[in-house]
């Protein structure tokens, strides 16, 4: 009996000959999907020796291959951030434990200077095969995903068999998804929501899943029209692309029925361009690594602008204050999460693990709350909140006035240590093509709404930010 597997095959039987993970290069329908993966199995076993193997692989249907590989092998997948720096990459293969790595042409030199044994994505290695899913459990680790978080240390979190399934059912409960969605997906498989959300739950539930190795707008609008994608998800930062191309139109994304957002707060001013070109609704939602990871998500038939929505079926989220006592309804307070979707626990990080799980609950590190009808709001990050003058600022508030500026595209807000006042709000700002405006307008504009202390002491124009591999920023390197 194999928890996850088994169901793949039930639906492998169903949908046998229906289009199952597409991709520029490489469209299989659901029996040559499973094939392909029995046949990458029988080569993993083969070369590797260690219970973790790992995949460094762009978004793509072969990815997606290697992934269900792995279970068929028996092992457990490790996908890997083809972004990462030789040495960050090397910390974690040492963390993993591995000694072989599924990868393609282009990522072959980085895998070769790991000294690890690679095996290559190609018509040579996709070829089909023939083997019985083996035993497993629901606790076992079906997944470890780094993710370095606040910290910059990587960790590994173990997702398990029951942590991978109950979130995928509990999306498709959730958001009422059939078998005949279309999904594209453009974030990165190594990514907890391109790998959950965007790969293991279409594969399961038998609808067809579109992969694009990178986001190009281009693509992304094209796949959509031509593919009739009706499940699309991206950040807040793409949206905003897409929002302003020029060759899109309603008919572009007219059969899109859910258009989710998430990774980063969604400034108001990108959902409503996006609504007014296109007539869709962009639906923000929450989830973390370490919850495996949807917690939250509006949907068209139960909607709260500003709000990550309800929780999904069988998890719950409370807000508590420092003492760790639940707070009132639309009182702000460290998000902990409790259910099913819960980490094990970070490989071989017992401490970190004590100190985010504790009492049956995940401590999440946000802040927000949950109003008197269940939809939660995001108001905040404690590690990025400030200190201002003995008050709390969270930067996201301040992020959401500059982008309400007719002349910005994007601002991140950090603390500057501030000798008198403790911390003082500073401000990165990106400008759109052809408009302009200055620090003192923009401070100006912010002004007008919001406290004193609020304000940014500094705003500092750039062309680009540091950003993660979904293109979130990364706020712990503008602090540097």
């Not at 020796?49 to 762009?58: F, H, N, T, Y």
């Not at 958001?175 to 391109?194: D, K, M, T, W, Y």
């Not at 001013?269 to 917690?295: C, D, I, K, N, W």
């Not at 003492?323 to 460290?334: H, I, R």
Request: aromatic content about 8%; glycine content about 8%.
């Amino acid at each position: 009996m194999h928890p996850l597997l088994d169901e793949f095959e039930k639906t492998c039987a169903e949908r046998m000959d229906q289009p199952a993970a597409c991709d520029p290069s490489l469209a299989l329908d659901f029996k040559s999907f499973r094939a392909v993966a029995c046949g990458l199995a029988a080569q993993i076993e083969s070369q590797s020796e260690q219970p973790r193997v790992g995949i460094l692989a762009p978004t793509s249907s072969a990815c997606a291959a290697a992934i269900f590989a792995c279970w068929y092998a028996g092992k457990t997948p490790v996908p890997l951030n083809f972004l990462l720096a030789p040495e960050e990459l090397a910390k974690i293969v040492r963390d993993a434990g591995l000694d072989l790595i599924v990868t393609i042409e282009r990522f072959a030199p980085a895998v070769e200077k790991t000294g690890l044994k690679l095996l290559q994505l190609s018509a040579r290695s996709l070829i089909p095969g023939r083997r019985a899913a083996p035993e497993a459990a629901f606790e076992d680790v079906a997944v470890l995903l780094y993710t370095s978080g606040t910290s910059g240390d990587p960790k590994g979190v173990c997702l398990t068999f029951r942590n991978l399934l109950e979130n995928a059912h509990a999306c498709i409960q959730h958001a009422r998804i059939s078998p005949e969605q279309v999904f594209l997906s453009v974030l990165p498989q190594f990514h907890s929501f391109g790998f959950t959300v965007m790969t293991v739950a279409p594969l399961l539930l038998g609808a067809t899943g579109h992969y694009l190795p990178r986001f190009s707008p281009v693509a992304v609008a094209s796949t959509i029209a031509e593919k009739g994608v009706s499940v699309f998800i991206a950040i807040p930062s793409m949206y905003a692309v897409l929002a302003n191309m020029k060759k899109a139109d309603r008919d572009t994304y007219a059969s899109i029925t859910l258009a989710v957002c998430g990774g980063e707060p969604l400034p108001p001013r990108v959902a409503a361009a996006f609504f007014e070109r296109f007539g869709v609704q962009l639906l923000e939602g929450y989830g973390l690594t370490e919850t495996s990871p949807v917690v939250s998500l509006n949907t068209p038939w139960a909607f709260r602008a500003g709000s990550v929505g309800m929780t999904l079926p069988g998890i719950e989220i409370t807000a508590v204050d420092e003492s760790g006592a639940t707070l009132p309804a639309g009182k702000d307070g460290e998000l902990l999460i409790r259910g099913h979707c819960v980490m094990q626990g970070y490989h071989n990080k017992p401490d970190a693990t004590a100190a985010m799980l504790r009492d049956g609950a995940l401590w999440t590190g946000d802040i927000g709350h949950v109003d008197a009808d269940g939809f939660v709001f995001i108001t905040g990050r404690a590690k990025d909140m400030m200190i201002v003058g003995g008050e709390n600022v969270y930067p996201v508030e301040i992020e959401n006035v500059l982008m309400e500026h007719a002349a910005v595209a994007e601002a991140a807000v950090v603390g500057m240590t501030d000798e008198v006042r403790g911390e003082l709000p500073l401000a990165f700002v990106i400008l759109k093509q052809d408009l302009t405006t200055d620090e003192t307008e923009l401070r100006n504009f912010c002004r007008a709404r919001l406290a004193g202390f609020k304000v940014p002491r500094e705003i500092r124009f750039a062309k680009d930010l540091p950003r993660g591999p979904t293109g979130k920023i990364l706020k712990r390197a503008l602090k540097g």
